[in-house]
């Protein structure tokens, strides 16, 4: 299915759920207090929609380049925000050693686009051009918002949740059970609405690499930068000082292009990809996966349900249909 597709429906089920859990718990809260739990929802979004640029400048240790430092880097963002029809992000080094790159802000006049130092060693110049187009299509379509607002539906149906099975909805007995009944309901719908969350946010991942190859960079360019950095942080995982640099970033995994906490698993698997052993991912390589079926464990299928990033095989054959 078309990933816009996915991406609708996926929006109207999850304010279906809101809408369906507000209307019943409305029966016995009353409207007051449902809006008083939307309100307060809302404004903590919001507070963190607002306050998180900041955050994530100073957590991931950024500092924002001029032309006259990073010439090469800027005009590379420059033509493909060109391309993309997006103004000019801005542009910063993360300075910590785990090798990725990030876009964040909060809108498109507002985006900001981020490698980090660890990756510059990693990539080539194609590669990371590719990743740079994966980013700019994350700000192009509007992901940092759309993950942000449907954020709001399980914070809401959490608190109801827990309002209604602990709190009561009156001194009836018969109501009270009721209210417990519809509060287990809307805890449920909490975990699953959660769920859904993490899929939208793996629709998006797919999203941004197709948006890449759009921009006109190369599929397999993009598969071996994601190769490359899933190398990087799985190297980094078997060292000491490399284990505190993935601690300090553990927050911001939904960030990065790849999930650096299964890295060493999924280095593991594309390095069957790697045909010559030549540390990338070369065009034949990636074009010689698209009549390949994908085997997935059941252990991993589970394991992708609860992560924000696709399993990095499907994720390259997506790439490969894309040749």
């Known amino acids: 299915m078309n990933l816009q597709m996915r991406m609708m429906i996926l929006v109207v089920l999850m304010f279906a759920i809101l809408y369906g859990v507000v209307a019943g718990v409305g029966t016995y809260l009353g409207a007051g207090n449902v809006t008083s739990y939307i309100i307060m929802a809302i404004g903590i979004t919001l507070f963190q929609y607002l306050i998180g640029p900041n955050m994530v400048t100073t957590m991931m240790k950024v500092r924002w380049v001029s032309p006259q430092e990073e010439p090469e880097l800027h005009q590379m963002i420059e033509e493909m925000s060109q391309e993309a029809r997006l103004p000019k992000p801005k542009v910063g080094i993360s300075q910590v050693a785990v090798p990725n790159a990030f876009a964040f802000g909060r809108s498109i006049k507002d985006g900001r686009i981020c490698i980090t130092s660890g990756m510059r060693q990693l990539l080539n110049k194609e590669e990371l051009r590719a990743v740079i187009g994966h980013e700019l299509s994350h700000i192009k379509h509007r992901d940092m918002i759309v993950i942000t607002v449907l954020s709001v539906i399980p914070l809401i149906l959490y608190w109801l949740g827990i309002r209604l099975m602990y709190g009561g909805a009156s001194r009836d007995r018969e109501n009270r059970g009721s209210a417990a009944l519809i509060g287990m309901v809307a805890f449920l719908l909490y975990f699953i609405s959660n769920l859904l969350v993490l899929y939208g946010s793996r629709i998006r991942e797919y ?25 990087g942080s799985a190297k980094l995982q078997g060292s000491r000082i490399g284990k505190q640099e993935l601690s300090e970033v553990e927050g911001f995994r939904a960030f990065f292009l790849n ?30 996966l698209r009549e390949k079926k994908v085997a997935i464990s059941p252990s991993e299928r589970i394991m992708e349900i609860f992560t924000t990033h696709p399993n990095m095989l499907k994720r390259i054959k997506a790439l490969a249909l894309l040749s």
Do not use: R, W
């Open 207 to 231: 999203y941004a690499d197709q948006g890449s190859v759009q921009l006109g960079n190369p599929p397999h360019q993009l598969a071996s930068a994601l190769y490359k950095l899933t190398y």
């Open 259 to 288: 999930d650096i906490a299964l890295a060493n698993q999924e280095f593991k698997t594309l390095q069957e990809l790697d045909q010559n052993l030549s540390g990338t991912i070369d065009a034949q390589e990636l074009l010689s």
